[in-house]
């Protein structure tokens, strides 16, 4: 593996990182401290539990998921559409670089930033309502196993993208709409019967699921699902990634 091609694209997504520190880090964590603000102090303090957990920490691992899925996706797909776009990916694909390194070096970025701002989102949360760990172990498997997976779904976004506008077409319109629909900000048990088994068609659900029962020890899921469902999603876009790579499609457009 030629390791020092990894560690330069790596270098590289990170410095752009820290030169954009306000908008890649500072302006995610102050939106989501907005909403622990409004939803958790305020609206919060008057509501009842959830499941037996205040309302003011049970939307603590919807938000930080809304965060990291949104964040992981526009971090990756951004960073690999810069070279299609300045047409610095020639430069990419001609040097002696494998296709697992390209990917290793900016989905690893991607994750990496995506890790740090949940990471902040979860100590910030501290300074507004109190929590508990209940499983700190998976909790820290479900932050990395879906900042990897999103930020390689965000790969093949940038991949597929041929235009800025298109880069936030699925950040915006897909995945922040099932983020709020999938029990960021309530249990799907509140809702009616039948709305209950169409909220399972949501993949979202699952992850949210998994991540809240790492903190509070309940979920609205099975956690060896939610496990499963992002896991096989991690394999497919494994398995599209490596269809790109083998065929062409989309590297030079």
């Known amino acids: 593996m030629n390791l020092h091609a990894v560690r330069a ?7 752009r990182t820290f030169r954009t520190l306000m908008e890649s880090i ?35 691992p919807g938000l930080i998921m809304l965060s990291l899925l949104s964040e992981s996706i526009s971090n990756a797909s951004f960073g690999i559409y810069m070279p299609k776009w300045a047409g610095t990916i020639y430069e990419l694909l001609s040097a002696p670089v494998s296709s697992f390194e ?17 990471t902040l989102i979860l100590v910030t949360a501290r300074f507004f309502v109190p929590y508990e760990i209940a499983h700190p172990f998976w909790m820290v498997c479900f932050l990395l196993l879906t900042a990897v997976t999103f930020s390689l779904f965000g790969f093949i976004i940038g991949l597929w993208a ?15 709409p099932l983020t709020f629909l999938g029990g960021a900000f309530y249990s799907i048990n509140m809702l009616p019967p ?11 659900v699952y992850l949210i699921s998994g991540f809240r029962w790492s903190f ?38």
């Not at 694209?9 to 410095?15: G, N, P």
């Not at 390209?102 to 949940?118: D, E, N, P, Q, R």
């Not at 499963?228 to 497919?236: M, S």
Request: charged fraction near 10%; proline fraction near 2%.
């Open 26 to 60: 500072v302006s995610p964590v102050l939106s989501t401290s907005l909403y622990f603000v409004v939803f958790g102090a305020a609206i919060g303090a008057r509501m009842g539990e959830v499941d037996g957990v205040s309302y003011g920490a049970f939307i603590i």
């Open 162 to 176: 041929d235009s800025f506008q298109r880069l936030q077409i699925v950040p915006l319109m897909i995945i922040t």
């Open 9 to 15: 694209i790596y270098r590289f997504e990170m410095a």
């Open 216 to 253: 509070y020890d309940i979920s609205d899921v099975n956690v060896v699902v939610s496990a499963g469902a992002i896991l096989g999603f991690l394999t497919l876009c494994l398995a599209i990634v490596w269809w790109i790579f083998r065929t062409g499609w989309k590297l030079k457009n």
């Open 194 to 204: 039948v709305w209950q088994k169409i909220a399972l068609f949501n993949p979202v």
């Open 102 to 118: 390209i990917v290793l070096g900016y989905v690893g970025a991607a994750a990496t930033k995506s890790l740090m701002l949940g």
